[in-house]
């Protein structure tokens, strides 16, 4: 799914959020959005999503307006996790539920996916017991688990442990190359953009201030701000 953004602004009590003018995301993207905190990233991202409205300009999916089409077809991973209130095999297979797939395709995808995330064990225990880390592997099962076109990823590893957070990597990795989807993955960590992302785009003050291929980006920076950015997050 391609994404064009134009003449994008989102303002809270006068204050300006965002001010993209011109922004596209080809179809098959696998972005890295980065950039200090309060720089909109997590803004733009809901709006991207449809979770909150911009206070002017225009969002083009596929060449055409937010619809409930489009919304079947895309899905958004939070840095909270929000699952249902049943097992763990149950949230991972509701998304295909709801949009009429088989029970025995639903049980062979789900089966499939658990496997492969190393799920098995908690499989059938209530998804509100589990830790942050295992909670946060299965919002990300549940929201590649009917294959949308668009990903969107709002920090998914920041609160998680290096294991879970390796584990995520690879099932983003291994999604994007069984499928092609966009995927858009806000991030603060420069190591993962690097590890995961095939571009990047740096936001400041509501703005994109460079974008290109992740090691140009990250190597060879050309504006100050962004290498100033990186290169204190190097340090770090």
């Known amino acids: 799914m391609n994404v064009t953004i134009s003449a994008l602004t989102k303002y809270y009590e006068n204050k300006c959020i965002l001010n993209i003018d011109d922004f596209t995301i080809d179809s098959g993207a696998l972005l890295g959005i980065i950039g200090p905190n309060g720089a909109g990233k997590s803004t733009l991202v809901k709006i991207l999503a449809g979770l909150d409205t911009p206070s002017s300009g225009e969002i083009k999916y596929n060449d055409e307006a937010f619809s409930a089409d489009i919304l079947r077809n895309m899905t958004m991973v939070f840095q909270k996790p929000y699952l249902l ?49 295992e909670a946060q592997k299965v919002a990300l099962a549940r929201a590649i688990i009917f294959r949308p076109s668009l990903l969107i990823l709002d920090e998914p590893t920041a609160n998680i442990d290096p ?12 999604f994007y190359a069984q499928c092609s989807p966009t995927i858009i993955i806000v991030t603060h960590n420069i190591q ?45």
């Open 85 to 133: 209130r049943t097992s763990v095999f149950n949230n991972i297979a509701y998304p295909l539920k709801i949009r009429g797939v088989h029970p025995k395709e639903i049980a062979h995808r789900v089966e499939a996916l658990i496997q492969e995330m190393g799920l098995k064990a908690i499989a059938h225990q209530n998804a509100w017991t589990l830790s942050g880390g």
């Open 163 to 174: 294991a879970s957070i390796l584990m995520m990597e690879k099932t983003i990795k291994n």
């Open 192 to 236: 993962q953009a690097k590890r995961i992302c095939k571009e990047v785009a740096f936001m400041h003050y509501g703005q994109v201030l460079e974008r290109d291929e992740t090691k140009a980006l990250i190597y060879h920076p050309t504006n100050p701000t962004v290498q100033g950015f990186i290169e204190g997050e190097l340090i770090l």
